[in-house]
């Protein structure tokens, strides 16, 4: 198993990394913005890296459900045992903003379980990766490796890699919470945390940067409870995973499953350590 993740996440990694660089020329350019459908932003950033990320992960023997595709009927992927979860540009009102705090999202789910992340943050140089027999680890310059088409490029990303060492108990009591879609109730569940939790702070980023600063041991706790996509916290969620955090639904203090029939994500609360959720749940309800 561990042969297949390292060649499967070589996949994932040559993917992001080349998503990313496809975004960054246009976002150092001049470029447009369309609205879809359900009234969310879309770029010719989004599009191009979701064609770059699909056609690297057409190489693999599962199916594909990305935020930029067209969603396979629920009959069909019901009966998917293992498949990629994507979005192309996390945090497109970031991306249009430019404020860097976008990234590009890798996960490949098993059973409705992240299994394996990549996280790419295009404008930071920064990318993150993990999956159930990978820990937690980091790139800080993704400028500095090589083309993805080249041989040695998996020994190289390897020397460029560093292990994450989270530490075993909290330096501090941040909230990660959403720059663009910070609300009331995360307000609200912010101010009766302070009640039971010291040094309670409040800290906004955008796209999947929280879920990895939870990784990184950088913020506590991810509360959300405005509507997301299953693509939107996936690659974090597994990323999150390989440095023993987790992600509970409000709901059923359960962790989020994934290829649900219907792609949102219910209200959750993502934690740094995973065993710090029995201690909240006893604190809160919902």
Excluded at 40 to 67: F, M, Q, V, Y
Excluded at 161 to 169: D, F, G, L, N, S
Aim: aromatic residues 10%.
């Amino acid at each position: 198993m561990q042969n297949t993740h390292d060649s499967i996440l070589d996949i994932a990694i040559r993917a992001a990394l080349e998503a990313a660089k496809a975004i960054m020329q246009v976002y150092n350019g001049h470029f447009n913005t369309e609205t879809k459908a359900d009234g969310s932003p879309i770029t010719l950033a989004d599009k191009r890296a979701n064609d770059i990320i699909c056609r690297h992960l057409s190489g693999s023997p599962w199916p594909i459900i990305s935020e930029e595709n067209k969603l396979a009927d629920y009959a069909e992927r019901k009966n998917w045992e293992h498949f990629w979860l994507v979005d192309p540009l996390d945090g497109t009102k970031e991306f249009i903003g430019r404020n860097g705090e976008f990234t590009v999202n890798i996960a490949l789910i098993r059973e409705g379980e992240p299994v394996l992340g990549v996280i790419v943050a295009p404008a930071l140089n920064t990318a993150w990766f993990g999956s159930t027999d990978i820990p937690l680890q980091v790139i800080h310059n993704t400028n500095a490796l090589p083309n993805t088409s080249d041989d040695d490029f998996p020994a190289i990303l390897s020397k460029n890699a560093v292990q994450i060492q989270v530490p075993e108990t909290r330096i501090n009591n941040r909230v990660a919470v959403s720059r663009s879609h910070l609300d009331d109730e995360t307000k609200a569940l912010v101010t009766k945390m302070s009640e039971h939790y010291q040094s309670i702070e409040m800290h906004p980023k955008g796209s999947s940067l929280k879920l990895c600063d939870l990784a990184a041991g950088e913020s506590a706790f991810y509360p959300r409870f405005t509507p997301c996509y299953e693509w939107d916290t996936a690659a974090g969620h597994a990323i999150l995973r390989a440095a023993g955090g987790e992600i509970f639904s409000l709901e059923t203090q359960k962790p989020l499953r994934y290829n649900k029939r219907d792609l949102h994500n219910p209200s959750f609360i993502a934690f740094a350590r995973k065993q710090d959720a029995s201690h909240f749940f006893s604190q809160f309800s919902f």
